[in-house]
């Protein structure tokens, strides 16, 4: 297994670069992505917005760099859901259904990384190498 010790990473890349591609996008898009937050009726869309894009900028940063990602994944796992289900809930409409699935499945991915963490090519990965070195000698 080795040799597969990098796909953890892989797997990080491929799902935190797009959050953080999301988190950019929204970034340059301010009035357009509260007013979608809003058309939905959540409340307080300026401050959803600033959640989102910590979330998704923040959070894709800490899953490529491999640092503290139980937590950044776990909560990222919370808010795909979480768009999923008010943003994408009319299943009338097959686009909506498929991105809601895509966003399940975002949040399964991502609970896998909560679970197993970031892996050899980490921060975190580096940091719990260190301490072990430390305590063994």
Do not use: C, W
């Not at 979330?55 to 990602?69: F, M, P, Q, S």
Request: proline share 3%.
């Amino acid at each position: 297994m080795e040799r597969y010790k990098f796909l953890p990473l892989l797997g990080r890349i491929l799902l935190g670069a797009p959050f953080v591609l999301s988190g950019l996008s929204k970034l340059g898009a301010y009035a357009a992505t509260v007013g979608y937050i809003g058309a939905a009726g959540l409340p307080l869309p300026s401050l959803a917005f600033v959640v989102a894009v910590v979330i998704e900028l923040g959070g894709g940063l800490l899953l490529l760099t491999g640092y503290r990602v139980r937590f950044a994944s776990l909560v990222m796992a919370v808010f795909s859901l979480a768009t999923a289900v008010f943003f994408h809930h009319n299943f009338a409409d097959q686009n909506q259904m498929i991105h809601f699935l895509k966003n399940v499945m975002m949040a399964g991915g991502l609970l896998q990384i909560t679970y197993f963490g970031a892996g050899a090519f980490s921060l975190d990965g580096r940091a719990s190498a260190r301490v072990g070195s430390l305590t063994a000698g």
